[in-house]
Nanobody, 126 residues
Framework: QVQLVESGGGLVQAGGSLRLSCAAS????????MGWFRQAPGKEREFVAS????????AYADSVKGRFAISRDNAKNTVFLQMNSLKPEDTAVYYC???????????????????WGQGTQVSVSS
């Protein structure tokens, strides 16, 4: 079992930046692919970004490409999401997710992940 705890959310003006962190504990190892998803009010949870087990491959939703960057520090069991040039439409609860996966390309679908954090709120004002 793996526990995930997100942090770093908050309120920011459009054009600003935030850095989210997700700390993993429990049965942690470097065998996990990690992902970030978000859910806005009244909408389904959607994929944002993911990184493979060793950080060698990443994937992004088209809506965040060029603005967001995912990275990981396996020594600290932590994954990060650097969010730049934030827009009001980025407002959502952001969730961290994990799954044991040693493939090169990280998973991008919600159903592929086994473990989820409680989420952190990101609000972007116009």
């Amino acid at each position: 079992q793996v526990q995930l705890v997100e942090s770093g959310g908050g309120l920011v003006q459009a054009g600003g930046s935030l850095r989210l962190s997700c700390a993993a504990s429990g049965r942690t190892s470097s065998s996990y692919a990690m992902g970030w998803f978000r859910q806005a009010p009244g909408k389904e949870r959607e994929f944002v970004a993911s990184v493979n087990w060793n950080g060698g491959s990443t994937a992004y939703a088209d809506s965040v490409k060029g603005r967001f960057a995912i990275s990981r520090d396996n020594a600290k069991n932590t994954v990060f999401l650097q969010m730049n040039s934030l827009k009001p439409e980025d407002t959502a609860v952001y969730y961290c997710a994990a799954v044991v996966d040693l493939r090169y390309y990280p998973p991008v679908r919600r159903g592929q992940y086994d473990y989820w954090g409680q989420g952190t709120q990101v609000s972007v004002s116009s």
